[in-house]
């Protein structure tokens, strides 16, 4: 499960507690003062601040001028129990490439649209969460990358108009979901999500070339919505379904 929250505070200050969760946060705008197992800290923006589950934790603005954060809330199973010492001892990345990809994961997880995408962003984050805290990677099996992608492909088109986890993925396969996506990237140049929105876009034109309403088309290729299929379909195809249901043979010049 994840949550996302973004704040603007100006004098609040949160009081000692703890969550049952993971907390990855950045800050826009500001400085934000903390507290961890009696630890002081500041979080700026060009960090990275995370906070392991059922450890005390404080917070308030470190300035005048209060702060603007951002939040992600994980099961506290994504990250093993060994990595909660290390956490409260190392609570702070400062990496501009990590900031940005929490940045758009947490735009993604906004999207209840995205929930493919998010966990493949989540999913190379928290590997580099891990890799920052010492974490051990034993677990991960040593299978040659082609072979995990394809696996990892034959499943996604097995349940191509359904919603299937990465997490439910790697535990079928016996592989990490970091390196699913790093090995199926790798192998076909695009990442799970993108693989999959594309296969529902080609089943899409499929239906709508059947005299499918756009609106059943949708739900039964795996979309939202007909405004999630629309979204997508038009970035695919250059037009809306149904401009492409009404003149499928030639819907907008170049098209091919």
């Known amino acids: 499960m994840s949550e ?14 703890a969550h049952g969760t993971w907390t990855l946060f950045i800050v826009d705008e500001g400085v934000v003062s903390y507290g961890l197992d009696r630890h002081a800290h500041d979080s700026t923006p060009p960090m990275v601040t995370i906070l392991p589950p059922h450890v005390v934790h404080d917070g308030r603005p470190g300035t005048d001028l209060g702060f603007h954060m951002r939040v992600v809330y994980l ?10 010492g290390r956490a409260v001892d190392k609570p702070i990345i400062t ?7 929490l940045s758009v ?24 969460i891990e890799a920052h805290l010492g974490g051990s990677s034993s677990g991960q099996i040593r299978v040659p990358g082609s072979s995990l992608a394809g696996q990892l ?10 919603p299937l986890t990465l997490r439910l993925a790697g535990e079928l396969i016996g592989a990490r979901p970091a390196q699913l996506v790093r090995t199926f ?11 999959v929105i594309g296969r529902r876009v080609d089943l899409a034109r499929q239906r709508l070339l059947q005299g499918q309403p756009p609106a059943d088309v949708a739900i039964d290729v795996g979309f939202h919505d007909q405004a999630h299929l629309t979204r ?5 195809v250059g ?15 170049g098209h091919c």
């Not at 099961?75 to 909660?84: F, P, R, T």
């Not at 990496?95 to 990809?101: G, H, I, M, V």
């Not at 990237?185 to 693989?195: D, E, L, T, V």
């Not at 997508?232 to 695919?236: G, L």
């Open 185 to 195: 990237k790798q192998s076909f140049g695009i990442p799970p999500h993108a693989y």
């Open 153 to 162: 492909r034959d499943l996604l088109d097995a349940h191509i108009t359904e």
């Open 232 to 236: 997508f379909f038009k970035r695919h």
């Open 239 to 253: 037009i809306t379904p149904g401009r492409y249901a009404e003149n499928p043979v030639n819907p907008s010049p």
């Open 95 to 101: 990496d501009l490439s990590l900031r940005a990809q």
């Open 4 to 17: 996302v929250f973004h704040a603007w505070f100006h004098e609040h200050a949160y009081p000692r507690h």
């Open 105 to 128: 994961a947490h735009d993604v997880l906004c999207d209840p649209d995205n929930a493919l995408e998010a966990e493949t962003r989540l999913a190379i984050i928290l590997d580099r």
């Open 75 to 84: 099961d506290a199973n994504v990250l093993g129990e060994e990595l909660i």
